[in-house]
């Protein structure tokens, strides 16, 4: 697959990288996924990666994220080299929401979840977290999906029914006792997001959200990223989040940029675009 790039922001006001390929390219079975990618990303910046489905998009953010090797290119996460030290890149990149890899299991409560994967993150002397440590990462979430419902209201009119945001109430309660099987799409969405944040990793990446079947759902998963994102900003302003996300429709974010334009702050916005081709 071939690429070509677009870039929002003047790219001489960023002089290091938080993401840097060269000529990144990947082949299967059938032809190539991706080649001649390049591609900069700042630190506290976010990427959108648009394209068709099937133009490689979900194999791109999983070969940044040091989880699918390519064959040629460099590439590196900060000052790590993602061919050489894939390990270590893993550490440095969250897999936010991929098909098959960040799915939830429907029997478990949101507390369950978060609890798992702090246990996770913690010396293994400690297999247990506090209920404190619980709400306080659930409160983050609600806080970001309040946020992103609101921000429907503030969109031009004609473009959401003022149905559209009321229905968003969000079922997690304080505790997280609600299960997986009883989120919206969007909510598991979220959740996946909140999953991949506990790391405190310094990139997070987050694959189609185009399965995102309504149109007021995506604008509110891309206002909660932008959201979330600002939150990690002025938690820690010297070690900003960035965020790689693909889709094969870019309105919708541009729609929520604007909404939000007096409350978040990205380091710089920009756009990359695959094509897809026919298979040798």
């Not at 247990?128 to 921000?151: D, G, Q």
């Not at 969405?189 to 959200?209: H, K, R, T, Y």
Request: proline share 4%; charged share 25%; with cysteine.
């Amino acid at each position: 697959m071939q690429s070509t790039s677009q870039a929002l922001v003047d790219e001489t006001e960023q002089a290091v990288s938080q993401i840097s390929l060269r000529e990144w390219g990947m082949s299967g079975k059938q032809g190539g996924v991706f080649s001649g990618i390049d591609l900069e990303v700042p630190p506290g910046a976010i990427s959108i990666i648009q394209g068709p489905a099937g133009s490689g998009k979900t194999s791109l953010l999983l070969s940044i994220a040091g989880r699918m090797r390519v064959d040629t290119g460099e590439g590196h996460v900060g000052e790590l080299d993602i061919r050489k030290q894939s390990r270590r890149v893993r550490e440095q990149v969250s897999v936010g929401h991929v098909a098959g890899l960040t799915d939830l299991e429907n029997d478990f409560t949101l507390a369950q979840h978060l609890a798992e994967r702090l246990i996770m993150l913690q010396p293994w002397y400690k297999p247990w977290v506090s209920k404190s440590s619980l709400r306080e990462v659930i409160e983050v979430i609600r806080e970001t999906f309040t946020s992103a419902t609101e921000v429907i209201d503030r969109l031009p009119e004609g473009n959401f029914s003022a149905s559209d945001a009321k229905d968003a109430d969000f079922l997690i309660d304080d505790e997280g006792k609600a299960f997986v099987s009883e989120l919206s799409e969007l909510q598991k969405f979220l959740l996946e997001l909140g999953l991949a944040s506990l790391a405190q990793a310094p990139v997070v990446v987050l694959d189609n959200i185009d399965y995102l079947r309504e149109r007021e759902d995506r604008a509110r998963a891309w206002a909660a990223i932008l959201i979330y994102q600002e939150l990690r900003r002025k938690r820690d302003p010297e070690h900003p989040l960035t965020v790689i996300a693909s889709c094969e429709d870019s309105s919708d974010v541009d729609l929520v940029l604007d909404a939000l334009s007096t409350e978040v702050s990205p380091t710089s916005v920009g756009k990359f675009s695959l094509t897809r081709h026919p298979r040798h």
